[in-house]
């Protein structure tokens, strides 16, 4: 069960896992853009809630960072530059590898003017998608979520 969310306000739905309890300091997003004032502005409403936020900006560092250390949730940027600096869906690049890891952290694709086939290839691809400004409201929330998810995930495997 997640202890605290967004000022105190507890969220009982996310108590899927009912014998795990975590501090909102102990999930680690990774949050992913190009564009240093739209990361800072995804950034902030995760840092305001005390979530364990690293910052990345593009798909080079992304990689690095989530191949040194783990980490719960991605906040993932469709649009930013490809790995030969051609303005691109560069975040499929970084989906794509993380859908291949078998100990995956969960991804939320927040990007404004997603293409139909790119939202859809994001979800097949296990991702959550926002893709409007308004949804900056949700993230913490859907934070919480993926970190949930990810939990059930790994205890299913545990299981297995």
Not at 133 to 151: H, T, Y
């Amino acid at each position: 069960m997640i202890k605290r969310v967004l000022n105190g306000s507890p969220i009982r739905s996310l108590g899927r896992i009912p014998s795990t309890t975590v501090e909102l300091a102990e999930i680690r997003v990774l949050v992913v853009d190009d564009d240093d004032t739209v990361r800072a502005t995804k950034v902030a409403p995760l840092r305001l809630n005390e979530f364990d936020v690293t910052e990345a900006d593009g798909i080079e560092s992304a990689l690095a960072s989530l191949r040194k250390s783990q980490c719960d949730v991605v906040v993932l940027d469709m649009h930013m530059p490809n790995r030969d600096g051609a303005d691109d869906e560069a975040g499929l690049v970084v989906l794509r590898e993380i859908a291949t890891w078998e100990s995956r952290p969960s991804v939320i694709v927040f990007t404004v003017g997603v293409s139909k086939e790119h939202t859809r290839l994001a979800r097949k691809l296990g991702a959550v998608v926002l893709s409007k400004a308004r949804d900056i409201r949700k993230l913490p929330i859907q934070v919480c979520m993926g970190w949930s998810d990810r939990q059930e995930s790994l205890l299913g495997r545990e299981g297995a």
